[in-house]
């Protein structure tokens, strides 16, 4: 069964800096994309940032330049490089990935991980 876990939230001051990282592991034989979504109190949770396996990208347009993506391979992790944090972007953030598992359950996987918060004090 593949599970993610996620660590590196925190609370900042507005302006600071903070790294999400989010390993996968548990029979993974490959995997398509990760990505970070995050959910504000009363708002749906919305895509932050995602990579494929090509190395592909795609933020939302309110972390454009503030907030990069990455990820090592070789140990199914990737990572939430956020700069210049700002009060709005106060949310509980998650990770998710989509691959292929083996195992009893084999075949494709869509997987959360359990959530950190990052909270942006002004």
């Known amino acids: 069964q593949v599970q993610l876990v996620e660590s590196g939230g925190g609370l900042v001051q507005a302006g600071e800096s903070l790294r999400l990282s989010c390993a996968a592991s548990?029979?993974?034989?490959?995997?398509?994309?990760m990505g970070w979504y995050r959910k504000a109190p009363g708002k749906q949770r919305d895509l932050v940032a995602s990579m494929t396996s090509r190395g592909a990208t795609m933020y939302a347009d309110s972390v454009k330049g503030r907030f990069t993506i990455s990820r090592d391979s070789t140990k199914n992790t990737v990572y939430l490089q956020m700069n210049d944090l700002k009060p709005e972007d106060t949310a509980v953030y998650y990770c998710?990935?989509?691959?292929?598992?083996?195992?009893?359950?084999?075949?494709?996987?869509?997987?959360w991980g359990q959530g950190t918060q990052v909270t942006v004090s002004s």
């Open positions: 548990g029979g993974i034989f490959s995997i398509n994309s």
């Open positions: 998710n990935a989509e691959g292929v598992q083996l195992g009893f359950a084999a075949g494709e996987f869509n997987r």
